[in-house]
């Protein structure tokens, strides 16, 4: 069993795959690349990622066999009373709240109203059996981390990720790893934003897929009101009306109790 796709050509890295019995199995995912072994009750895992200059050629999605585990590498060991041979591989909305700056920064002036398209690299899991059991969880691209706040006792710890921040929809790379977040910032103040970089609470979002395969989150709309030094972010439960007809693929990680929460200005923007 072995397949290939890119993001041209409808197809999907995400669902089951079968393993078996004392088979070893490569899958690559953009700059990712995952061994899995079966055996009769152990499973062993091993994950890599390529340099920057790699990945920036390499967008390719490949299930297939191989012959040895990579030399040197540090082998992830699960013991079961025995194996089943089904794999299911899901792409995981980011742990953390993802810092985005666009490599161009730009301005919304006063009661202005645009929409931004953000990238963003999804991680996978690996599962098998029922209850699930996660085999590997790992980003398909590596991030660093930033701390985002107004001080270093006021903020969180993020990931850092550079952005185009499209502001059309033609102008979105699409890439198998990535998954797009639409933006919706509402200026209702009299002050001009300045975005140079933007936090999102990703957590909170789930991940869809539309027709052609692509990856798309769940839309945001960020509002800064006119007399105080808040803005009101409220996650959309629905599938962004931007992707076509779509469905979900994953819930998000934390449940958002309300529709929208508050939040200061400088928990948002910088």
Known sequence: ????????????????????LNQLKQISIGSLSVYLQRYENEWQAVH?????EEEKNSIQC???????????????RKAFARTTETVRIRPMI???????????PFKVPPKQSITIFISLPVWVRFEVGHPPVTLI???TQKLSDTWFGP???QGELCYANKTSCCLRLDDIDFKTNRAITPVTIHNQSQETIHLKKISMPVTNLSIFTNEKKQ???SPVKVEMLKS???????IEEKFPSFAGKSIILEKPRKDLQEGAMTRAISAIFS
């Not at 050509?9 to 669902?15: A, R």
């Not at 890599?48 to 920057?52: A, E, I, Q, W």
């Not at 980011?94 to 161009?104: D, K, L, T």
Request: glycine share 2%; aromatic share 10%.
């Open 62 to 76: 490949e299930f297939a066999d191989a012959d040895t585990l990579p030399l040197g590498a540090e082998i992830e």
């Open 215 to 217: 990856l798309w989150t």
């Open 48 to 52: 890599s990622l390529m340099n920057m």
């Open 1 to 20: 069993m072995a397949f290939s796709s890119d993001s041209n050509q409808n197809s999907s890295w995400w669902g089951e795959y079968r393993i078996p």
């Open 151 to 153: 001080s270093s006792q």
């Open 137 to 139: 969880e790992t980003w």
């Open 94 to 104: 980011p742990p953390r709240p993802i810092v985005s700056s666009p490599v161009s």
């Open 228 to 234: 105080d030094e808040t803005v009101n972010v409220k």
